[in-house]
Nanobody
């Protein structure tokens, strides 16, 4: 099993920056992909950015050029550096991990961290 704990959310003014962290514990060697999702009130959960164990990265169009995802496999941590934040970035940001065959391809979610961007 894998446990995910996010941190780093908070209140920031538009144009500001925040760095989110997601620390994984448990059977972390079985994780093949770690993603950041977000969910705003009344909206569907959406993928923000993802990074594979080998380092392949993808971003949502809304994140390109403003957000950077990175990963330290040795520390079992993934970060999301967010810059030029906009009020529409306000959401609960959730860390997600996809397990490989050793984890029976299970999916894991953190509890989320609130990001609020004021105008």
């Amino acid at each position: 099993q894998v446990q995910l704990v996010e941190s780093g959310g908070g209140l920031v003014q538009a144009g500001g920056s925040l760095r989110l962290s997601c620390a994984a514990s448990g059977s972390t060697s079985g994780i093949i992909v770690m993603n950041w999702y977000r969910q705003a009130p009344g909206k569907q959960r959406e993928l923000v950015a993802g990074i594979s164990r080998s380092g392949t990265i993808n971003y949502a169009d809304s994140a390109k050029g403003r957000f950077t995802i990175s990963r330290d496999n040795a520390k079992n941590t993934v970060w999301l550096q967010m810059s030029s934040l906009r009020p529409q970035d306000t959401a609960v940001y959730l860390c997600y991990a996809k397990g490989g065959p050793s984890l029976s391809w299970n999916e894991y979610w953190g509890q989320g961290t609130q990001v609020t961007v004021s105008s």
